[in-house]
């Protein structure tokens, strides 16, 4: 198989059906080794360490170019290799499960005014701090590092990178029949794993589902509560005393500037914010994080402060909050968890 690919038929599941894309060329075959990240990306493929820009990939006719691989740290050119058909990417994710458990993959998706190199750094952050058994995935749409003033264009990038994403789960899902995927998404990448969840619930599959994690969900949180309904994993109050963690675990803070001028510009509460409107129900485990005083300057920051990275580990390991350094709640809506600080 030539390694300069005009057109493959990605195939997702029967709701989307076929769709057309172009592969960027590939430089050599994509080999995975300990510690490496795997990539998909719909950006514009570059030849310089940035290695890919915050603009839409697309091909002379405007058909998106959808460019896989894999990239190790340091992240650089050097360290870095592309992928030269979807089965060579599916092969290189074969090669990072771990022969002694079950196989299983998970996706990162990353938020606005984001480049694709720290999009790779944060999923290798969370790699190591999650101890994720198996492969790490790193979706990565078009987002702009230009101006904090983008947002309303990464939102439409967003928009429009979607059902590439969406291609690209069933895609991973037809060469892994029944494996389970989890997800974690930060700020405006949370609407992608909102969708990726849904999308494998309505493929028909009970397994593919692994877990999911938000962290600082910029999503409407209507929207956010309708589709975790819809998927049967956000049903009545949650347990006061749980066997172990569920299979949603939703960060929120009170101190996130960033998504308070979300809310001002879409007129409603964000997911990732504590307050009146919480996602409370059994299938959600809700962690209020607002006592940590992390994020940076913008509160908006703190998936990868040790506290959380350290509570997210233990869920994904399946301990139940009750277990973890957390702090039960109640309110008329049922439980949720407060992260306090180390005394």
Not at 261 to 275: D, L
């Amino acid at each position: 198989m030539s390694t300069r690919w005009k057109r493959i038929l990605l195939l997702g599941t029967s709701a989307l059906g076929l769709t057309l894309f172009s592969f960027s060329p590939a430089r050599a075959e994509c080999g995975a080794r300990p510690g490496s990240i795997l990539f998909v990306t719909d950006r514009e493929p570059l030849a310089d360490d940035q290695l890919f820009s915050g603009e839409w990939g697309t091909d002379t006719k405007h058909d998106p170019i959808i460019t896989t691989g894999v990239v190790s740290a340091p992240v650089n050119k050097a360290n870095e290799s592309r992928c030269s058909s979807q089965q060579a990417f599916m092969k290189a994710v074969r090669s990072q499960f771990d022969p002694k458990r079950p196989r299983q993959a998970l996706i990162y998706v990353h938020g606005y005014y984001t480049t694709f190199v720290t999009a790779v750094e944060t999923a290798m952050a969370l790699q190591k701090g999650l101890r994720f058994p198996g492969p790490v995935i790193v979706y990565s749409w078009p987002a702009r590092k230009t101006s904090v003033l983008a947002y309303k264009t990464d939102e439409a990038n967003a928009r429009w990178s979607m059902p590439h994403f969406t291609a690209f789960v069933g895609a991973l899902n037809k060469a892994f029949p029944g494996m389970p995927v989890s997800f974690a998404g930060y700020s405006l990448g949370s609407r992608f794993v909102t969708e990726g969840i849904a999308f494998t619930r309505r493929a028909g599959c009970k397994s593919c589902f692994g877990r999911a994690v938000f962290f600082a969900p910029d999503v409407f949180t209507a929207d956010m509560r309708s589709a975790l309904t819809s998927s049967n994993l956000c049903s009545g109050k949650p347990l006061t005393a749980p066997a172990a963690s569920a299979p949603v675990l939703l960060y929120v803070s009170n101190n996130d500037k960033a998504l308070r001028q979300s809310e001002k510009i879409h007129g409603n509460q964000r997911a990732g914010q504590a307050g009146g409107d919480l996602i409370l129900c059994s299938g959600v485990d809700t962690v209020d994080v607002s006592y940590l005083n992390g994020g940076g300057n913008s509160g908006h920051g703190y998936l990868l402060d040790p506290p959380v990275l350290k509570d997210a580990a233990s869920a994904f390991a399946g301990v139940p909050p009750t277990r973890r350094a957390l702090k039960q709640v109640s309110r008329t809506g049922g439980v949720y968890y407060e992260m306090l600080p180390s005394p």
